[in-house]
């Protein structure tokens, strides 16, 4: 039994759609992340999950109970917010125990606790504090004890490192995956940042304008994008996606004119107009599979970005420090047949050649 | 920039000074009368330092009020003001809070209609409506009460709407993080709400007791026995009309009796002003 079910869940305002059908199973101890652009539905799934948005249609299950018609305080949940929602009058041990006294729990058993996971997040100089007093990690942290002295059966965190600094998300990115490895407790994590969702996922959700556009793990959406869309979102910088047309002997593409040679002929596409997905890390500036136009290079100090042109398409090629082609230069490229990724053009489905 | 030309920082003082001046010379003056004999007072032009009989004119107001005028005993009208003022204030503040909280936090039928209602009362002073609420005192029995003084004045669409305005500021994530907690709405009120709220009880506890305790009108009308008038009428009904004189030396001490319950509210409550000013972020 999975710890966490959505099962063809789907919220409208009015007429107005704003997820539609969406089906998940979370297993115990599972870290799920769901990623997806501002306005995709997710924090809005993530809200039906916790109980403060009512379900429109579908079911949620928390370890086999439905729980649609549950007050947020009696599905088990804790939640992590993106403002952190620390009461601002009370200090950081009353704001850990106000759960837990509302619940009726003993003093002993109350101070156990939240001394416990002051441990864990060392918090333990901090308590008597107002957050006020505290930095914007430290407020973080607090929310993290709040939601960790629950002993929740699911934690749900909405976009908890978007209000740090870059420096500060790194380190905060670290303690929580240290933390879900200590507590193995099922997590729900929403995010924008897919950076995030590679590096803390055991499994990603990739959400789309109300959609589950795919689920599976970073590496497995990594390798194998479902559609463009997720093939555009995941991987900094994004994949090149070229519309492009196969040559009748599959063997080629023509990208607006300009002749793409393929290691791999691909017969099943012959003569069809494609999407055509390789990411920047995939080509070598070497060989001539194709050629196009520098327009710029950016520099990252351990590669060079090289945006070019190719027809009237742009196109990005991770490159070592050492190639530094001049702007309006022509230079040839190539690629493997194991990296090439293929959409169709009105769907924006994966195609299998 | 800081300017450092002593002769405009002359300047500035002396216009300050002016001010303070302007603003503090007749209660110095009411203060100088208050400590003078009869004869003292209607000296003209009255002296314009303190005379010695403070104490006795102080003491013989609070117990007897004046001879010529009403005599009913200041130190009971002092009572009836301070009475009126505190409930009028707490009960402002305590209806007002908790209209605020159910307009603002929950979904309900005519909810906007009951909030635009209690707006529009705004537009109307207690002078519009005052012989419709006194027939309803009235009736009720409540002339000569204190329920009669307080009641008919104690909601307050000016509280309600700056508590909602206030309300509107609080991040939503606090309600939200308490529904989590398995905080139900009173206890949220109680436990979040309420000392957010703090800073501006505070405020308006100031305003809403000046208020109570200058209020004239309302309780001449409600009042007719001595042992009920308040401090502002006491000090009005000292000077008999006609060719009486009045004996001003006690209305004088009267009216500063009456200014100093405010002033001293108004000088407790900085301290909660400034405190919640510089403590509050959210």
């Known amino acids: 039994m999975a710890t966490l079910e959505l099962r063809d869940v789907m919220k409208s305002y009015g007429a107005n759609a704003v997820v539609h059908g969406v089906s998940m199973n979370i297993d115990e101890g599972e870290f799920v992340v769901i990623v997806g652009p501002s306005g995709c539905g997710k924090s809005t799934l993530l809200r039906m999950v916790a109980g403060l948005e009512e379900i429109t249609a579908g079911e949620i299950a928390i370890a086999g109970t439905v729980v649609n018609r549950l007050e947020p305080k009696d599905r088990d949940i804790a939640m992590v917010f993106q403002n952190y929602a620390l009461y601002p009058h009370m200090n950081v041990y009353d704001n850990m125990a106000y759960g837990l006294r509302i619940r009726g729990m003993s003093k002993q058993e109350i101070d156990a606790r939240v001394r416990d996971a002051a441990r864990i997040l060392e918090l333990g100089a901090l308590l008597e504090r107002k957050p006020r007093q505290l930095s914007g990690g430290q407020r973080q942290r607090v929310a993290m004890g709040r939601a960790i002295v629950r002993h929740p059966k699911v934690f749900l965190f909405d976009e908890p490192l978007s209000n740090l600094d870059a420096k500060l998300r790194v380190q905060m990115r670290f303690e929580l995956q240290n933390l879900h490895r200590r507590l193995g407790v099922t997590s729900l994590y929403v995010t924008h940042d897919q950076v995030e969702a590679m590096t803390l996922g055991q499994r990603i959700l990739v959400m789309n304008a109300g959609r589950a556009e795919q689920i599976g793990t970073p590496a497995g959406i990594y390798a194998n994008p479902a559609t463009t869309f997720v093939a555009g979102f995941i991987g900094s910088p994004p994949m090149n996606l070229l519309q492009a047309t196969v040559a009748a002997d599959g063997a080629a593409l023509s990208v607006d004119g300009a002749r793409v040679t393929l290691p791999r002929p691909v017969p099943a596409l012959a003569g069809r107009s494609v999407v055509f997905g390789i990411r920047p890390e995939n080509l070598r500036l070497a060989g001539s599979d194709f050629n ?54 009105a769907t924006g489905a994966r195609l299998n050649a | 920039m800081i300017e450092r030309r002593p002769f405009l ?49 102080y003491a013989a107001v609070i117990a007897h009020g004046s001879a010529k005028g009403s005599s009913a005993p200041v130190g009971t009208m002092m009572v009836n003001s301070l009475v009126m003022a505190l409930v009028i204030a707490i009960g402002k503040i305590a209806i007002s809070v908790i209209s605020a909280f159910a307009i603002v936090y929950f979904r309900f039928p005519l909810r906007q209609t009951f909030f635009w209602m209690i707006f529009i009362t705004l537009m109307l002073p207690v002078e519009v409506r005052i012989l419709p609420t006194y027939q309803v005192a009235a009736d009720l029995k409540l002339v000569d009460t204190y329920a009669g003084l307080t009641l008919p004045l104690i909601a307050s669409a000016t509280a ?3 508590f909602r305005q206030f309300f509107l500021t609080i991040p939503d994530e606090y309600a939200e993080a308490a529904r989590i907690d398995g905080a139900g709405p009173l206890r949220f009120f109680w436990d979040v709400v309420l000392p957010l709220s703090r800073t501006n009880m505070a405020a308006l506890f100031v305003i809403m007791f000046i208020y109570g305790w200058n209020q004239y009108l309302w309780p001449l009308l409600v009042t007719t026995q001595e042992s009920m008038y308040t ?52």
């Open chain 1, 292 to 345: 196009f136009e520098v327009v710029m290079v950016e520099s990252l100090g351990a590669d060079h970005l090289v945006h070019g042109r190719i027809g009237r398409q742009s196109i990005i090629v991770r490159a070592g420090a050492d190639a530094n082609p001049g702007s309006g230069s022509r230079v040839g490229a190539t690629f493997d047949a194991a990296a090439m990724h293929w959409f169709d053009p």
């Open chain 2, 160 to 162: 309600t709407f700056l």
């Open chain 2, 9 to 57: 920082t002359f300047v500035r003082h002396a216009v300050l000074i002016a001010g303070i001046a302007a603003v503090m010379f007749p209660v110095y003056v009411a203060f100088v009368a208050s400590t003078l004999s009869f004869d003292e007072v209607m000296h003209v032009p009255m002296q314009l330092w303190p005379g010695h009989h403070l104490l006795e004119n």
């Open chain 2, 231 to 282: 401090t502002v009428i006491g000090i009005k009904r000292m000077i008999p009309g006609g060719d009486a004189a009045a004996e001003w030396h006690l209305v004088m001490a009267t009216a500063m009796l009456a200014m100093l319950p405010p002033a001293l509210v108004v000088l407790l409550m900085q301290k909660w002003f400034v405190k919640g000013l510089v403590e509050t972020e959210k």
